[in-house]
């Protein structure tokens, strides 16, 4: 079983920055990659950014690249978002996504919610105008 603790959100205006920050712990458990999605009031789940723990790969949706940055911190079993200049329609609440087995869909694994296996509970982020 995995844990996951989000952390971070909060409320900012618009041009603001936020770092969201996920930690990760269980008995003996691996990371293929690590995500963030959002969900805004009355819309699905969505994916904003991913990374493949082993390389560093990285994923990005259209709404993220050039202002949010995902990394990961193996030492600490960590995952940041970095999130600059924020606009009212991120506003959401985000949620940090584990998969631990490998996967072989190509992008769908980082971008698919459907493959990965352990939710945070998800931490609200309000970006006010």
């Known amino acids: 079983q995995v844990q996951l603790v989000e952390s971070g959100g909060g409320l900012v205006q618009a041009g603001d920055s936020l770092r969201l920050s996920c930690t990760v712990s269980?008995?003996?458990?691996?990371?293929?990659?690590m995500g963030w999605f959002r969900q805004a009031p009355g819309k699905e789940r969505e994916f904003v950014a991913a990374?493949?723990?082993?390389?560093?790969?990285?994923y990005y949706a259209d709404s993220a690249k050039g202002r949010f940055t995902i990394s990961g911190d193996a030492a600490k079993n960590a995952l940041l978002l970095q999130m600059n200049s924020l606009k009212p329609e991120d506003t959401a609440v985000y949620y940090c996504?584990?998969?631990?087995?490998?996967?072989?869909?190509?992008?769908?694994?980082?971008?698919?919610?459907?493959?990965?296996?352990?939710w945070g509970q998800g931490t609200q982020v309000t970006v006010s105008s």
């Open positions: 269980g008995r003996a458990f691996s990371i293929n990659n």
């Open positions: 996504a584990h998969r631990g087995r490998q996967c072989y869909d190509g992008i769908a694994c980082y971008t698919d919610a459907r493959f990965y296996e352990y």
């Open positions: 990374i493949r723990w082993s390389g560093g790969n990285t």
